[in-house]
């Protein structure tokens, strides 16, 4: 793989982590316990871990819609 490659791939993979871990930074949650679980499930499986965070906030979103 090319250089340009692999930095756009740890971009596509560092973003929605880091974006995780700011958000549960700041949000409140039901419990801390809570909190603490999101957090360290980010920060110890980075790509996988953000990602499905911001998947499930984002259904969390669209289900206090509705």
Same mark, same amino acid.
């Given at each position: 793989?090319?250089?340009?490659?692999?930095?756009?791939?740890? &971009?596509? $993979?560092?973003?929605?982590?880091?974006?995780? &871990? &700011? %958000? &549960?930074?700041? @949000?409140?949650?039901?419990?801390? !316990? !809570? !909190?603490?679980?999101? #957090?360290? $499930?980010?920060?110890? *499986?980075?790509?996988? #871990?953000?990602? *499905?965070? *911001?998947?499930? %906030? =984002?259904? #969390? @979103?669209? @289900?206090? !819609? =509705?």
């Amino acid at each position: 793989m090319s250089l340009p490659t692999l930095l756009l791939l740890a &971009i596509v $993979f560092f973003i929605p982590t880091a974006w995780a &871990i &700011i %958000h &549960i930074a700041y @949000r409140s949650f039901e419990s801390t !316990k !809570k !909190k603490a679980l999101w #957090g360290l $499930f980010v920060v110890f *499986v980075p790509p996988l #871990g953000g990602i *499905v965070y *911001v998947l499930v %906030h =984002q259904i #969390g @979103r669209i @289900r206090e !819609k =509705q």
